[in-house]
Structures are given as C-alpha cells and as structure tokens.
C-alpha cells in the first residue's frame, strides 16, 4: 500500500512538473490534489500516520542512537587495534612495507628530512 501510494504520488509530480500542457492543465491538476488532499478518508489516514510517528519516533531515535555509538566503538576500538599492531611491528621490523597505513605513514615521516633515503630501502 505504502508503494503503491508513494508511486502515484511521484508520477503525479513529475506530470505536474514536467507538464507542457499549459496553466489550464497545471490548475486543473492543481485542483484536483487539493481535493484528494482534503478528502477526509486521507486526512484520516494522515493523522493515523502522524500518530503512528509520534508514537515510534523516541524509539527511533533511541534505535539510531544505539547503533551510533556501536559503530563509533568499533571504529575506535579498530582504531587502536590498528595503531598498536603499526607501531609495535615498527619498532621490531624496522619499516613494513604489507601495511598501507604503516607505509603511508613512513613516507609522509621521511619527505621532510630526504627522499633518496626511502627510495633506496
């Protein structure tokens, strides 16, 4: 229902905006979604909508937050796991040329000082 409704609604928009059918065909358009709009079998299932809205927007809210925050720590927690596994493999090795970040890392030390030096290695 929930497509049906949003496919009508979006053919008719594209027919009003993409109408050449002149300000006569435009107003009777017009006219015409004003009616359906107004029409109390809608408006009844837009206060149902509203309400239903209403009603699950904290829990929404709540869901989205939740997720948020794991996504965050899952990051940060990659983050660190990532920064640690770099930095201790560096100290051992030297420099590790498997790891991208490790790499980029390296490169981005050395261009200051010279870059014949991490050409030659």
Not at 1 to 14: F, P, Q, R, S, Y
Not at 56 to 67: N, Q, Y
Request: no cysteine.
């Amino acid at each position: 229902m929930k497509g049906k409704i949003l496919l009508v609604t979006g053919i008719a928009i594209g027919y009003v905006l993409g109408a050449r059918a002149g300000r006569e065909r435009y107003e009777q358009i017009k006219t015409a979604a004003g009616r359906m709009w107004n029409d109390p079998r809608v408006q009844r299932r837009v206060d149902t909508v509203e309400d239903f809205v209403k009603d699950k927007a904290p829990d929404v809210a709540e869901f989205v937050a939740d997720g948020a925050k794991t996504v965050v720590s899952k990051v940060a927690s990659n983050r660190r796991s990532t920064a640690r596994g770099a930095s201790s493999s560096s100290r051992s090795s030297g420099t590790r040329s498997g790891s991208k970040s490790t790499t980029t890392r390296s490169t981005s030390a050395k261009k200051p000082g010279s870059s014949s030096s991490s050409s030659s290695s």
